[in-house]
């Protein structure tokens, strides 16, 4: 078993503690979405769980790509490479988008047989459909925000995730999906409406981030102070 030192406790909690916030407000926000749904019918409810299911089985081929980029450009900042790191991460994002605009296009396309692939009831099959090309838009923020957060997981730069995270869903994008469900009465749209919206905040937001404090960026900072 190995028994190094490791890194300091302090730098071990101040890394762990941003990621497990990043992770839970972004799970407990769906979680609030879906408790959102039942609220509206049972309908909305089974129509919101198909359309949650394609959009995050969708997710994992965004979450493969995220993880191996946060690895790879944690390792060549570790090397000094920053150039490597940046380009690296570039790469990964245009991957990313591509790769979820493809999935967009599907759920346009495919909106009124995918959820037949779920036995739906006519009702819930024709409410989903209504749902679909949102999480269309959804999934291209959705899968960069992604690969953003793990390439400043990768820097070691895990908190603006979280704050992103925070904004993005509680304080712009549930409420912006509470207002527009039950306030104006858009139902499951406005719910789903008001998630694309926080992930395009946290999408645009980390992307920002990664532009303008990116590895490369933050290797010429360093040799500055």
């Excluded at 190094?4 to 609030?32: C, K, N, Y």
């Excluded at 908190?159 to 994008?173: D, I, S, T």
């Amino acid at each position: 078993m190995f028994s190094g030192p490791g890194p300091p406790r302090s730098v071990t909690v101040a890394l762990a503690m941003p990621i497990a916030a990043q992770l839970g407000l972004e799970i407990w926000a769906f979680q609030i979405s879906t408790l959102a749904a039942g609220k509206l019918s049972v309908t909305a409810l089974a129509s919101h769980s198909i359309v949650l299911n394609l959009v995050s089985l969708t997710f994992m081929l965004p979450l493969g790509i995220a993880l191996a980029t946060g690895t790879r450009v944690g390792n060549l900042i570790g090397a000094g490479r920053h150039k490597d790191a940046q380009r690296s991460a570039w790469t990964a994002l245009g991957i990313g988008a591509f790769t979820m605009t493809f999935f967009a296009a599907l759920f346009i396309l495919g909106r009124w047989q995918l959820p037949a692939l779920y036995g739906a009831e006519a009702s819930v099959a024709a409410l989903a459909a209504t749902i679909l090309p949102i999480a269309a838009a959804f999934q291209v923020f959705d899968g960069t925000q992604c690969i953003a957060g793990l390439i400043l997981r990768g820097m070691a730069h895990p908190k603006p995730v979280a704050w992103f995270n925070l904004f993005g869903y509680y304080v712009l994008g549930l409420p912006l999906a509470w207002y527009l469900a039950f306030h104006l009465d858009h139902g499951l749209t406005g719910i789903w409406w008001g998630l694309a919206v926080g992930l395009l905040f946290v999408s645009v937001g980390l992307c920002t981030y990664v532009f303008f404090r990116g590895p490369m960026l933050a290797a010429h900072a360093s040799k500055k102070t």
